[in-house]
């Protein structure tokens, strides 16, 4: 090793799912939405012009953050917004995890979390799931450094109960919670209710699965006035202008938006429940998905064996070769066409016809 290198900091990236270059695939893989953004984004669009690019977007993220804060019912001071809610976790691990004590985060959880508390030099310690999957809230009573964990988990899907998420957050008071909602509009109840009854919790949401955006990066988070400030200190001192411009006017026609919305998640979950009686005709087991995507396992077929022939089918789903789910899959619920043809495919490789 050379001696400069002693100075570098290193670190094991997060991998994402593949995004193939082939148009002609099924892709489940990363759990974006099978339906396009609202089409008023694309009214946006066509009007947009070039020269809204010669300037600095605007530094407090509107109109985005009103709009954010007006579906919610929020005030502005209340979100804070940022390239992704991948970027929103990475600046709250950055301002809420500087403890000496340990973060607490689920075993089988988002494999982004262990990252960013390595990159930061954050102490963490996994909480093992039970033997279904679920979250015990028990598990987060012992003294730590702060608390995340996405809500429904992923890639479990599975959706903790607001009294648990309440429990946990009731039994860490003295740091900061985060519930990370990327999935809370495909059935869940949000941990929103709770944030002006506990001024250390933070809720975050992203417009990459239910809005359809995934390509154009937007996430944010949600709670106390005090806590936002603090998010934005950090922002300010890092890169002043995360969003640019035209994610910003995009993002904002998104959330306008209502009536989409509700009729593309609406659609989503529909497939979601016929996919699961699908899946479970082929002999597949599975938790109660409250997500846009399943976490199958079957009775006899091997996980990876199942991966690499859909993979071969071009079927793009996601495999861990992990701890505890090396003999699962996460499949994303694409349009019910899709869906047709996974299962059809499944249907002829594991001899059910
Ligand atoms: C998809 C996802 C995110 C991040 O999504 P962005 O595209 O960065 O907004 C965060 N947490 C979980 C659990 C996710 O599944």
């Not at 608390?147 to 860490?172: C, M, R, W």
Request: net charge negative.
């Amino acid at each position: 090793m050379k001696a400069w290198e002693k100075n570098i900091r290193r670190v094991t990236p997060y991998t994402p799912g593949e995004q193939p270059r082939q148009s002609n695939v099924i892709k489940l893989n990363t759990n974006e939405n099978p339906y396009p953004p609202s089409p008023q984004v694309a009214e946006v669009l066509r009007q947009y012009t070039t020269d809204t690019m010669r300037k600095y977007p605007a530094v407090d993220a509107q109109p985005l953050v009103d709009e954010i804060a007006a579906f919610y019912g929020l005030e502005p001071q209340q979100v804070f917004v940022g390239v992704g809610s991948d970027d929103v976790l990475a600046m709250c691990f950055l301002t809420f995890f500087n403890s000496d004590r340990p973060v607490f985060f689920p075993d089988i959880t988002y494999s982004f979390y262990d990252v960013w508390a390595e990159l930061f030099r954050i102490p963490y310690e996994r909480r093992p799931l039970d033997e279904r999957f679920e979250i015990r809230a028990e598990d987060y009573y012992q003294e730590n450094g702060g608390v995340i964990f996405p809500n429904p988990n992923a890639p479990t899907g599975v959706l903790l109960p607001l009294e648990a998420v309440e429990d946990i957050i009731l039994h860490n008071q003295d740091v900061i919670v985060i519930v990370d909602e990327a999935y809370i509009d495909f059935g869940g109840t949000s941990a929103l209710e709770l944030i002006e009854k506990y001024e250390n919790l933070l809720v975050v949401q992203t417009f990459s699965k239910s809005r359809s955006l995934a390509g154009m990066r937007i996430g944010y988070a949600m709670g106390n006035k005090k806590l936002i400030g603090y998010l934005n200190d950090v922002k300010y001192s890092f890169n002043s202008y995360t969003m640019n411009e035209m994610a910003l006017a995009l993002g904002t026609a998104a959330i306008q938006d209502h009536t989409y919305f509700e009729e593309t998640t609406a659609k989503i979950i529909v497939t979601r429940e016929r996919a699961k009686e699908e899946f479970r005709k082929l002999g597949f087991t599975f938790g109660d998905s409250r997500t846009n995507f399943l976490f199958v396992t079957h009775r006899t077929c091997p996980a990876k064996e199942i991966f690499e022939a859909l993979k071969e089918k071009g079927i793009y789903v996601r495999y861990w070769n992990k701890p505890r789910i090396s003999n699962h899959l996460r499949v994303t619920i694409g349009t019910d066409e899709e869906m047709d043809r996974l299962f059809a495919f499944l249907r002829e490789y594991l001899g059910k016809e």
